[in-house]
């Protein structure tokens, strides 16, 4: 299998959202990895890939309001307090490691490893296209179970909210060849 190199322009964004009782006070959010390693082989259609993404490296974008990220939805006490639990309570083991791979460029399953657990997805609306001098651009979506991954229920006060077990994993990926 040839190895490809990610790009600096790859994205993996993170939505959560707010489900329960008092969920229209919470918000749906969007965070952002950064400081993304991974080793991607590439045969043919035939592909398969090791990414780890560092906690310390998740940021929050913004809030939703349906597909529309608001950057401006938080203030920075707020976005420092949600980096804060997501490392302390949320992810404490440091690094997110995932496995994923494809018998062709159209599909593929996701598996993440996380110390309390394992969770395999199929990887959704998955897209390559190519680019300039023998590049890929692939794109994709997975919905991941933060129980199967072992992570306990994010709440807010007195339970008046929760974060949705189902989160949304999107990415846009360049390969250099």
Same mark, same amino acid.
């Given at each position: 299998?040839?190895?490809?190199?990610?790009? /600096?322009?790859?994205?993996?964004?993170?939505?959560?959202?707010?489900?329960?009782?008092?969920?229209?006070?919470?918000?749906?959010?969007?965070?952002?990895?950064?400081? $993304?390693?991974? /080793?991607?082989?590439?045969?043919?259609?035939?592909?398969?890939?090791?990414?780890?993404?560092? $906690? %310390?490296?998740?940021?929050?974008?913004?809030?939703?309001?349906?597909?529309?990220? %608001?950057?401006?939805?938080?203030?920075?006490?707020?976005?420092?307090?949600?980096?804060? =639990?997501?490392?302390?309570?949320?992810?404490?083991?440091?690094?997110? =490691?995932?496995?994923? /791979?494809?018998?062709?460029?159209?599909?593929?399953?996701?598996?993440?490893?996380?110390?309390?657990?394992?969770?395999?997805?199929?990887?959704?609306?998955? @897209?390559? /296209?190519?680019?300039?001098?023998?590049?890929?651009?692939?794109?994709? =979506? @997975?919905?991941? @179970?933060?129980?199967?991954?072992?992570?306990?229920?994010?709440?807010?006060? +007195?339970?008046?909210?929760?974060?949705?077990?189902?989160?949304? +994993?999107?990415?846009?990926?360049?390969?250099?060849?």
């Amino acid at each position: 299998m040839a190895q490809r190199r990610l790009d /600096e322009a790859s994205t993996f964004t993170i939505r959560t959202r707010a489900e329960g009782m008092l969920s229209k006070l919470a918000h749906d959010l969007e965070l952002v990895a950064g400081g $993304v390693t991974a /080793e991607v082989d590439v045969e043919g259609e035939t592909w398969r890939a090791g990414l780890v993404f560092p $906690v %310390d490296r998740i940021d929050v974008v913004g809030t939703l309001d349906g597909d529309r990220v %608001d950057r401006g939805g938080l203030n920075r006490i707020e976005r420092m307090e949600i980096k804060r =639990r997501l490392r302390k309570e949320v992810l404490p083991d440091h690094v997110v =490691r995932v496995a994923a /791979e494809g018998p062709s460029f159209s599909e593929g399953k996701l598996t993440l490893l996380a110390p309390k657990g394992q969770h395999e997805v199929p990887l959704q609306a998955l @897209s390559v /296209e190519p680019a300039e001098r023998g590049q890929l651009i692939v794109e994709g =979506r @997975s919905f991941v @179970s933060l129980r199967a991954l072992g992570i306990k229920e994010i709440k807010g006060p +007195l339970g008046a909210f929760k974060v949705s077990d189902a989160v949304e +994993l999107r990415f846009r990926v360049k390969l250099k060849s």
